[in-house]
C-alpha cells in the first residue's frame, strides 16, 4: 500500500501488529446536519426504546471534540467477522457477532494496544480506542472515511465483507492528513468492488417484524436483535411469533445481503463458545447465575443477563413447539416473574 504521510504509515504498521488493519484516517470535524437531525427525529419518534443512552449522549454525538476535546484525527477499523450461522444443541439461533468471544474485548484491547504503542513512539499524547459503547456514531465516522457505504439495512457495507465486519475507531490528538486505504480489487475483473444497493430490497423484505420501517431506517422497538438484547422485561406479545427462533440478535437482515455472500470465514479469529452447542434450550430454563456466568464468560451473550436469555429462550422454544416439561417448571416456579409469564405464554402456543 502507498503512502503519502510517513505517520500515517507507521499507524499502519503499528495497528499490523496488533492484529488491526488501518482502513482510513479522517480530521476530527462535525458530522453532517442532516445525520444529526435524522437522529433527533429518530429519537423523537421513540425509535430507540429503552436504549436511553443514545439520547443521553446526544449532545457530543455530532463533533467527538464535543466529548474528547484533544481529537484532531481519527483513525478507523473494520474487522470481520463473517462466519456460519449457530445455534444452541437443537436450534435456537444465536447472532454470528455472539457465537465467540466479545468484539468489546477483543478490538476494545487491541485499539489500546494501539494507542499505547503510537504513544510510546511519542506519536500522541491523548487517545481513545471506541467500539460499539461510545458516544460516537460510528457508522457515520465509516461511512465519511469510505470504509463502505450505507446498506437499506442501516449497516455500513464493506466493499469485501458486505455487512459482516464491526467497526471501532482510535481518536487521536495527532494531526494527520486524510487517508483512505484502496478497496480490495477484484480478482477477474480488477473493478473496484465498490457499490450502493440499488435496486436491491432483500433486507427491507426478509425482515419478519418490519424493524426496517424503509430503506436506511430502523425502529429498534420492533427489531429483534433489541428485543433479545437491549429491552428488559416482557416481549410485546404482538412480536413473540414473529421472532423465530432467534435467541440472542438476529442475522437475518446481514445474511440475505447479497455484498456478503463471498466473503471469506473468520471463525477462526473469533473462537467458538462451547456452552452454545453444549446447552439445549429447554437446559438454559435451570440454569444459576453462578452456571450463567461461568458457562459466558468472555461471551457477549452475557449482556442479555441470565432472566434475558431465559425469556428469550421461552419465546423460541413456544415458536419452535418445544420444551413442554421443562416450561411448565419454569412457567410454575421460576422465580423471574418475567420467565414464568413467558414460559405460560410459551406453554399456550
Ligand atoms: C443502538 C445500536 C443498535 C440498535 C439500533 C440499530 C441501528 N441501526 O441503529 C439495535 C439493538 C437494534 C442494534 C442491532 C444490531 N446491531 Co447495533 N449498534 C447500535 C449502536 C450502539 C448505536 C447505533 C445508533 O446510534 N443508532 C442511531 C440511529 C439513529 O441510527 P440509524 O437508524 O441508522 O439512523 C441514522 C441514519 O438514518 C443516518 N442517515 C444519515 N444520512 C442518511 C441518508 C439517508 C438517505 C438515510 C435514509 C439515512 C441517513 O442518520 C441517522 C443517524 O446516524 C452501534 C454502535 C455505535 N456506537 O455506533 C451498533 C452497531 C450499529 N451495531 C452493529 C451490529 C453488528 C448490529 C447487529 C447486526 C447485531 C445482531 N446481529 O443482532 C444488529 C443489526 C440490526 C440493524 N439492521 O441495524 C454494528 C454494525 C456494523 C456495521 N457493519 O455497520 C455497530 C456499528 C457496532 C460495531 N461497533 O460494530 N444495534
Ligand atoms: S436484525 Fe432482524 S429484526 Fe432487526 S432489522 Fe434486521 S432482520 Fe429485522
Ligand atoms: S440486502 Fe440489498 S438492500 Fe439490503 S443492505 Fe444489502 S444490498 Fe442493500
Redesign the pocket.
Known amino acids: 500500500m502507498e503512502f503519502a504521510c510517513p505517520q500515517t504509515k507507521r499507524i499502519a504498521e503499528l495497528a499490523n501488529e496488533v492484529g488491526l488493519e488501518l482502513r482510513a484516517i479522517i480530521p476530527a470535524q462535525k458530522l453532517p446536519a442532516d445525520v444529526m437531525t435524522r437522529l433527533d427525529q429518530w429519537l423523537l419518534e421513540g425509535r430507540a426504546a429503552e436504549m436511553d443512552y443514545i439520547g443521553a449522549a446526544r449532545s457530543v454525538m455530532g463533533d467527538v471534540r464535543d466529548w474528547k476535546r484533544w481529537t484532531r484525527s481519527i483513525a478507523l477499523f473494520a474487522l470481520p467477522y463473517h462466519r456460519a450461522g449457530g445455534e444452541f444443541r437443537g436450534g435456537g439461533r444465536v447472532a454470528r457477532y455472539a457465537l465467540g468471544r466479545d468484539y468489546h474485548n477483543l478490538l476494545g484491547k487491541r485499539l489500546e494496544r494501539l494507542g499505547k504503542r503510537l504513544r510510546r513512539e511519542n506519536m500522541v499524547q491523548n487517545f481513545r480506542g471506541c467500539t460499539d459503547a461510545a458516544p460516537v456514531l460510528e457508522r457515520e465516522w465509516a461511512i465519511l472515511g469510505n470504509v463502505g457505504w450505507r ?3 442501516t ?1 455500513v ?1 464493506d466493499p469485501a465483507y ?2 459482516w465486519v464491526l467497526l471501532g475507531e482510535l481518536l487521536m490528538d495527532l494531526e494527520l492528513p486524510t487517508f483512505t486505504a484502496p478497496p480490495p480489487t477484484d480478482a477477474d475483473s480488477k473493478q473496484k468492488r465498490w457499490a450502493s ?2 435496486s ?5 423484505d426478509v425482515c419478519p417484524t418490519g424493524a426496517l420501517t424503509s ?1 436506511y431506517e430502523i425502529d429498534a422497538r420492533l427489531c429483534i436483535s433489541y428485543l433479545t438484547i437491549e429491552h428488559r422485561g416482557s416481549i410485546p406479545v404482538e412480536l413473540r411469533a414473529k421472532m423465530g427462533d432467534w435467541v440472542f440478535g438476529c442475522d437475518l ?1 446481514s445474511e ?5 455472500h463471498h466473503a471469506d470465514d473468520h471463525a477462526e479469529d473469533w473462537g467458538t463458545k462451547d456452552a452454545i452447542s453444549a446447552f439445549r434450550l429447554e437446559d438454559l430454563l435451570a440454569l444459576t447465575a453462578d452456571e450463567f456466568a461461568t458457562a459466558f464468560a468472555g461471551s457477549p451473550i452475557r449482556r442479555a443477563g441470565l432472566g434475558g436469555l431465559q425469556r428469550n429462550a421461552c419465546v423460541a422454544l413456544g415458536n419452535l413447539k418445544r420444551g413442554g416439561p421443562e416450561l411448565e417448571d419454569a412457567a410454575r416456579s421460576h422465580t423471574d416473574p418475567i420467565v414464568r409469564e413467558h414460559a405460560s405464554w410459551a406453554l399456550a402456543e
Do not use: E, R, S, Y
Open positions: 446498506g437499506k439495512n449497516l457495507l458486505g455487512p444497493c440499488g436491491c430490497t432483500a433486507c427491507l430503506a437482515c440475505v445481503c447479497p455484498f456478503g
